[in-house]
């Protein structure tokens, strides 16, 4: 009797443990996913966007764009979402580890270049709203003086 009972409450607190961790639909119940072009064109494949919450308790989240320059965040390979909020936006140039253990950028990637105010130097913010948020990032490099990979 009494074991039937703990196995009716196990399966509904272990789901509620999950997403209070922030799997699923993310921290508020957030996800995020868009397009980045890069003067007007979809970005390649490999393209890098980190959302840094500017709160004081924000996980950050990351995403890599597709052929098609589409990119959906997570905040771990397992985790999809992403904290509501407002967020720092970094895009960078994907980088693969040598045999040798050096960073190197893959060769469908030399010639892609982000400007540093997208990259390191980035100030470009996106807010984050509860649900669902379609999130498209527009590239400029012709304005940019500074460039990054």
Request: proline residues 7%; positive net charge.
């Amino acid at each position: 009797m009494r074991g039937s009972h703990v196995s009716r409450w196990l399966w509904p607190v272990a789901s509620l443990a999950i997403v209070v961790s922030g799997c699923g639909r993310g921290a508020g119940g957030a996800t995020a996913r868009g397009i980045v072009t890069i003067d007007g064109q979809p970005a390649p494949a490999g393209i890098r966007v980190d959302f840094q919450p500017q709160g004081p308790n924000g996980s950050p989240s990351m995403g890599i764009t597709d052929a098609k320059g589409q990119y959906e965040l997570f905040f771990t390979a397992a985790c999809k979402g992403v904290m509501p909020g407002e967020s720092l936006v970094r895009i960078t140039v994907m980088h693969e580890i040598s045999a040798e253990g050096i960073p190197k950028v893959p060769e469908a990637l030399k010639d892609v270049r982000i400007p540093d105010s997208y990259g390191r130097q980035s100030n470009l913010t996106r807010t984050v709203k509860p649900g669902f948020n379609q999130i498209d990032i527009a590239i400029d490099t012709t304005s940019a003086v500074t460039k990054s990979r």
